[in-house]
């Protein structure tokens, strides 16, 4: 492959993020869609707020920030003034633990296999 085709490569990747389809490694086809915003980061316990305007289930992989610095991760848990929950809703405020600070305003994208 030479620097061409890796451009290309390249170009043709975030085209494809753009449209909101992206193609792992593996080739399976994965969506974003837009689920809610960061409303706090609580950088002591490494948690993040997010207020929703779709469901989420634990299990559920989400992106947080823009294509540029964006966090992915899966769900293991997350809580409802302080209640462990599998699934939250619209208009639903849950807690998060990430592994990465994140921005409050930022965009939570839901990844859809």
Not at 4 to 14: E, G, I, N, Q, R
Not at 59 to 65: P, Q, R, S
Not at 71 to 79: C, E, F, N
Request: net charge negative; charged share 35%.
């Amino acid at each position: 492959m030479n620097d061409l085709d890796s451009a290309m490569d390249v170009l043709d990747t975030l085209e494809k993020r753009n449209r909101g389809v992206e193609h792992n490694n593996d080739g399976i086809k994965s969506s974003r869609v837009f689920i809610g915003t960061v409303e706090q980061y609580f950088s002591k316990i490494g948690v993040v707020a997010i207020k929703l305007n779709e469901t989420l289930n634990v299990g559920d992989v989400i992106e947080i920030g823009t294509d540029d610095d964006a966090v992915r991760q899966k769900i293991i848990s997350m809580q409802i003034d302080r209640q462990d929950i599998d699934s939250a809703t619209d208009g639903d405020s849950v807690g998060i633990k990430l592994k990465y600070k994140v921005e409050e305003g930022s965009e939570v994208y839901k990844i859809i296999r």
